[in-house]
């Protein structure tokens, strides 16, 4: 009998400490809300230079997607969050790069990552002038560790080719981090695929 007691009063135990568990879980979750900001833009100068602002106000990037609109036009949206945290890690800073050339997109990621900023999205935009770029963002976090960083940027049509060159790539240490369809400089649509290894 004393053993039946002895187990009740531990599951007893367990089942409250498992409550007070869940009731704090809960209670941090809605003790940090999330203010979110969304931004649209058919100008790429115009986005980095939004990011930037509301990176100064304390929000954060999540997600961007490049596309048409609701008013008709080309634009690129992204969403923004702000929480209690985001403010203890410092302002901070973004780059958009957009071009249509792959060999351009290279050197300005890889300029940017010499920099400290790392890679943190992309999507595919029609400018303006009728053409579908890669839009990159990258993003200078104050509270990330320094990281030597290599980027690489493949693009190709066949979708053999692409497993070939991922391989090769991969065999390099190169993680595959996102890709994206888009008419490069070679004007056909084409799979564009950004890997970075960590040296």
Same mark, same amino acid.
């Given at each position: $009998?004393?053993?039946?007691? !002895?187990?009740?009063?531990?599951?007893?135990?367990?089942?409250a400490?498992?409550?007070?568990?869940?009731?704090? +879980?809960?209670a941090?979750?809605?003790d940090r809300?999330?203010? &979110?900001?969304? =931004?649209a833009?058919?100008?790429?100068?115009?986005?980095?230079?939004?990011?930037?602002e509301?990176?100064?106000?304390?929000y954060? /990037? !999540?997600?961007?997607?490049g596309?048409k609109?609701?008013?008709g *036009?080309?634009? +690129? +949206?992204? %969403?923004?969050?702000?929480?209690?945290?985001?403010?203890?890690? *410092?302002?901070?800073?973004?780059? =958009? #790069? %957009?071009?249509?050339?792959?060999?351009?997109m290279?050197k300005?990621?890889?300029?940017?990552?010499?920099?400290? &900023?790392? &890679?943190?999205d992309?999507?595919?935009y029609?400018?303006a /002038?009728?053409?579908?770029?890669?839009?990159?963002i $990258?993003?200078l976090?104050?509270?990330?560790?320094?990281?030597?960083?290599? &980027?690489r940027?493949l693009?190709?049509t066949?979708t053999?080719? $692409?497993?070939? @060159?991922?391989? @090769?790539?991969?065999?390099?240490?190169?993680?595959? #981090? *996102?890709?994206?369809v888009?008419?490069?400089?070679?004007?056909?649509?084409?799979?564009v695929m950004i890997?970075?290894?960590?040296?």
């Amino acid at each position: $009998m004393k053993k039946v007691n !002895t187990v009740r009063t531990a599951l007893q135990v367990t089942a409250a400490v498992v409550a007070s568990l869940a009731t704090s +879980i809960g209670a941090s979750a809605a003790d940090r809300p999330l203010d &979110y900001r969304v =931004l649209a833009t058919s100008r790429t100068s115009t986005m980095e230079r939004e990011l930037n602002e509301s990176a100064a106000a304390g929000y954060r /990037f !999540t997600k961007a997607m490049g596309g048409k609109s609701a008013n008709g *036009g080309q634009e +690129i +949206i992204v %969403a923004m969050v702000k929480d209690s945290t985001t403010s203890d890690q *410092g302002v901070r800073k973004y780059r =958009l #790069l %957009a071009t249509t050339r792959t060999s351009t997109m290279q050197k300005e990621m890889q300029r940017s990552a010499d920099e400290g &900023y790392a &890679y943190l999205d992309q999507t595919v935009y029609e400018s303006a /002038f009728g053409g579908k770029e890669v839009v990159v963002i $990258m993003e200078l976090d104050p509270s990330r560790k320094e990281i030597r960083s290599s &980027y690489r940027l493949l693009a190709t049509t066949k979708t053999s080719t $692409m497993q070939k @060159e991922l391989q @090769e790539a991969g065999a390099q240490g190169y993680v595959l #981090l *996102g890709l994206t369809v888009g008419k490069t400089e070679l004007g056909g649509d084409e799979v564009v695929m950004i890997l970075r290894r960590d040296d």
